[in-house]
């Protein structure tokens, strides 16, 4: 879990979700649907971008997770989040965590997107506030520098 | 305009470190001791009365805490404008996904279970499902002949005016349902105390709502119930008054189960069982010049309401106001009418009627357009509003604005002539034919006429220990920029620091009234009020000795700092006072319907594939009159926000309708739009100012959804030239307009439009 190993007691067919939010009580990855259609709850298992509330927890044995509060502690990927807000990238926030998730993915894959790649890469994440160009914008600053 | 420090420039989001890094704390992410979960058993009929209710054996029923409406200590209504709205259904259903039962378990997986075994045996009624059913009144479902509410708005001689006409142009237009589809759902936490009594936390709009509503039901005294607003991801109206059905909700089941219970729904319910945007029927007859001016015209707005009144009679308000547009009128009658359906209560979205009458008007316009032969932009140019000139609510236009020079800006911006040109020339040659529309259109800041003297707002500032000073308002922050922009104020206006403002979260018993947080009125009624109790409170200090008539920001400061540890605090509060000159006449229904009106003109380029029957949206231009721009990237972020949604109005969110109850409640099959549907937006502001509103703002949140309806189906006909008269415009509608027209007989099913 974000660098650390960490053990919990679950049910096997118990969602990822549920674990890291209830077991794990790292609440930053949130539920929009239930459906794997929001993005909301996105995190990385094993470097692969995965919506958490379709993922049985026992998928997720001895893999390596990151959530949005393993994102903050990696230093070099704050240019994201300070470029979200400056540009806007966020307004009521609760999709920004899995939008975070699927950017530092988006990066991690491809280091210079074009806007149509980011468009792409970003269109498995839904945001009802900002209409996306704002979060375009913020991804493609953090990766023109 | 003259340049701010901080009002006008792109502070930090106040709240935004924590939405980033995940330590925002939205109401499902919060734990109580000793905690439960609350569910909801909801109608499976739109129309009937409950016959039997069985509790299935095969849950352990003793765990649970059942709730219906007996339980309710006081009255069993949802307060709100006709207390018509039952807080559990009591022996009668008239909505599918009507509440009828609450339950209560430690366990959340429990409790799905045992809400499906609950079986309960209805004698159906006749339910009715649509506008046209309601009228024709063939079963009553509401007061004594299903409207809630009408409105007349008669202007000028009407009767003389057919006579005259050269052209005599009808349009009949529909808009379906909307969902708001907050990604973050309807949740609370309830707890009671025989001392401190009922307390909410959750997701919402308007704390005080919620405050009245639960007074209501409960008969407990203002001071015996308490709600605080939480982070709330995203509302648009969702969350303007479905909350306080919730909040009762995990408060009654709080106060039988004597433990904290957490309620927050699960997608599909929230789509299903909450409220929508109005769908709505508008006819339009007007009378034309041959010169292409509007001599007078009649319009009928309809919206259905669903089950109970709820905001109907303020949907239809507005919606009637905006029906004529940004044009002059020299006379009209609106006849406008809200009535009941068995559909679960359609309520407040963003533009609130406004988004229904102007998609109406604009796609009229160009109807008018063709038939006189004039381009979409002349036959606007010919009837535009213009400063003395009277809205069909009789109210003299006083601002500068200058609708023309929008419209250039805007046809310039989007490359309008060339396009239009080349498009006309290319789509003779391909399946992917290219379209450009535009909407001009206006939208009300603040609450209609006499509404805000009504709500009769109040806000307070207040001095901190650490020098700084905290705004007290229960304006609610959820996206759109609350917190920053009434700090930018506050510290722009006493000439301190942004940082050196806080905001109190907005906790009943904590801050003053400041109305809803609805209406696009925040920034500019409420940030006037906050200016004011920020320049009460400065002139308090001075008044105290501590402070000169003219200080700098660490004088302020030092002042704050001594008054309260001298006299312990220092607040402030302004109330709002009705500018002068605005008169509006609630019976005639006539007047000064808003102090100030946003302006704009939107442009959308389209592309209609008539291999797949998809509409995309390419390119699209927004240029709007703001008043003033308080701070450019919140106001932009509205308007793209806006857009979007409006794209989705337009093209993708459709509501599938059977038996009164909605069939696509999932994201998976309901389409709202994705990064990959939203094509690159020019946005443009002019600012005229508002001597009513802070520093010269007018409202921003609603307008931009105004527009683009309108605008892609104007796109949409120019692209194929076929006139759709209906939102949503799904490839299915359009496949069935052209083979229609290729084959006549099949003219008759393309007619039914989709609601």
């Not at chain 1, 959530?67 to 989040?81: F, N």
């Not at chain 2, 009637?320 to 009209?332: E, F, L, N």
Request: with cysteine.
């Amino acid at each position: 879990m974000n660098g650390e190993p960490r053990s919990v007691h679950a049910y096997p067919m118990q969602r990822l979700l549920d674990v890291l939010r209830q077991e794990l009580e790292l609440t930053g990855t949130k539920e929009g649907c239930g459906e794997g259609e929001c993005g909301a709850c996105a995190v990385l298992v094993d470097g692969a971008l995965v919506v958490s509330c379709l993922i049985p927890v026992a998928q997720a044995k001895g893999a390596n997770i990151v959530t949005i509060e393993g994102v903050t502690a990696d230093a070099g990927l704050r240019a994201l989040q300070e470029a979200f807000l400056k540009c806007g990238g966020t307004q009521c926030g609760i999709c920004t965590p899995g939008m975070i998730l699927a950017s530092v993915h988006l990066l991690s894959k491809n280091p210079r997107p074009t806007t149509d790649e980011i468009r792409e890469g970003l269109s498995g994440n839904l945001c009802r506030c900002t209409g996306y160009l704002q979060i375009l914008e913020a991804v493609a600053q953090v990766a023109r520098a | 305009m003259e340049s701010g420090r901080i009002v006008g420039t792109a502070t930090p989001r106040k709240e935004g470190r924590d939405k980033v890094t995940g330590h925002a704390r939205y109401i499902d992410d919060l734990t109580f001791p000793n905690m439960v979960y609350g569910a909801t058993v909801r109608s499976g009929i739109p129309r009937g009365r409950i016959r039997q209710i069985t509790f299935g054996p095969e849950v352990a029923w003793n765990e649970f805490v059942v709730v219906s409406a007996k339980d309710i200590p006081g009255n069993n209504y949802i307060a709100l404008i006709d207390n018509d709205q039952p807080c559990l259904a009591n022996g009668i259903v008239n909505h599918a996904e009507e509440p009828i039962l609450l339950l209560a378990h430690p366990d959340r997986y429990a409790l799905s279970q045992a809400v499906a075994s609950v079986s309960i045996e209805y004698e159906p009624l006749t339910p009715i499902l649509t506008i046209e059913e309601s009228e024709r009144r063939t079963e009553i479902i509401w007061g004594s002949d299903n409207v809630f509410k009408t409105f007349l708005i008669e202007k000028g001689d009407l009767d003389g005016v057919w006579g005259r006409a050269d052209h005599i142009i009808e349009g009949e237009y529909f808009t379906g349902a909307q969902e708001q589809l907050y990604i973050e759902t309807q949740g609370v936490i309830a707890a009671f105390d025989a001392e401190q009594g009922v307390t909410i936390w959750g997701s919402m709009q308007c704390p005080f709502y919620v405050h009245k509503a639960l007074m209501v039901l409960f008969e407990l005294p203002e001071d015996r119930i308490r709600v605080v607003q939480t982070e709330t991801g995203g509302a648009f109206g969702g969350k303007e008054e479905y909350p306080s059905i919730i909040a009762a909700h995990a408060a009654l089941l709080a106060t039988k189960s004597g433990r904290p219970v957490k309620m927050v729904y699960d997608r599909a319910e929230d789509m299903a069982a909450t409220t929508k945007r109005h769908p709505s029927r508008t006819r339009h007859r007007t009378a034309v010049s041959k010169e292409g001016k509007i001599l007078g015209g009649e319009i009928e707005f309809v919206i259905d309401g669903g089950a109970y009144a709820t905001l109907s009679p303020v949907v239809l308000s507005r919606g009637t106001i905006h029906a004529g547009g940004p044009y002059y009128w020299p006379s009209v009658r609106i006849r406008a009418k809200a009535v009941a359906t068995n559909a679960p209560p359609h309520g407040a979205f963003r533009g609130f009627g406004a988004p229904q009458s102007l998609f109406a008007m604009e796609r009229h316009m160009d109807r008018i357009a063709r038939a006189l032969k004039l381009s979409p932009a002349e036959i606007r140019r010919r009837n535009f509003l213009k400063p003395g000139q009277t809205t069909t609510t009789n109210q003299t236009i006083r601002e500068p604005i200058n609708l023309e020079k929008l419209l250039d800006r805007a046809l310039e911006l989007s490359d309008y002539q060339a396009k239009k040109q080349r498009f006309a020339k290319e789509n003779k040659h391909s399946r992917r034919r290219k379209g450009i529309g535009m909407a001009a259109f206006l939208h009300g800041a603040g609450f209609t006429g006499s509404g805000e003297r009504y709500l009769n707002s109040v806000v307070g500032v207040e001095a901190q220990c650490d020098g700084g000073v905290r705004v007290l308002v229960s304006s609610t922050e959820f996206g759109q920029g609350t917190n920053t922009v009434l700090s930018q104020i506050a510290a722009e206006t006493l000439g301190l620091s942004y940082e050196d403002v806080t905001i109190a979260q907005p906790d009943t018993t904590e801050v003053p009234n400041s109305g809803p947080t609805v209406a696009s009125r925040t920034a500019m009624i409420v940030g006037k009020l906050v200016a004011s109790a920020a320049l009460g409170l400065r002139q308090s200090l001075v008044a105290a000795g501590m402070l000169g008539e003219v200080s700098t920001a660490e004088e302020f400061r030092k002042a704050c700092r001594n008054y309260v540890a001298q006299n312990g605090g220092l607040r402030c509060l302004a109330r709002y006072e009705q500018p002068a000159g605005i008169h509006w006449d609630d019976e005639k229904y006539c007047g000064e319907a808003y102090s100030a009106f946003g302006w704009a003109v939107y442009i959308a380029e389209v592309t209609a594939d008539l291999t797949t029957y998809g509409v995309s949206v390419d390119d699209f231009v927004a240029v709007q009159e703001v008043g003033r721009v308080l701070h450019p990237v919140l106001a932009r972020g509205q308007v793209l926000g806006g857009v979007a949604q409006g794209i989705g109005f337009a093209l993708y969110e459709k509501v599938e309708w059977r038996d009164g109850r909605m069939q696509n409640s999932q994201m998976t099959n309901y389409a709202a739009p994705t990064s990959s549907d939203m094509p690159p937006v020019r946005v443009h502001f002019e600012e005229l100012g508002n001597e009513h509103g802070a520093f010269g703002a007018k409202g921003i949140g609603e307008l931009p959804i105004d527009g683009p309806a309108p605008a892609i189906v104007n796109a949409v006909e120019d692209a194929l030239g076929t006139s759709f008269n209906f939102v949503p415009l799904l490839p299915e509608g359009i496949f069935e307009a052209i083979a229609a027209s290729a084959d006549p007989a099949r003219e008759e099913h393309s007619q039914s439009r989709v609601l």
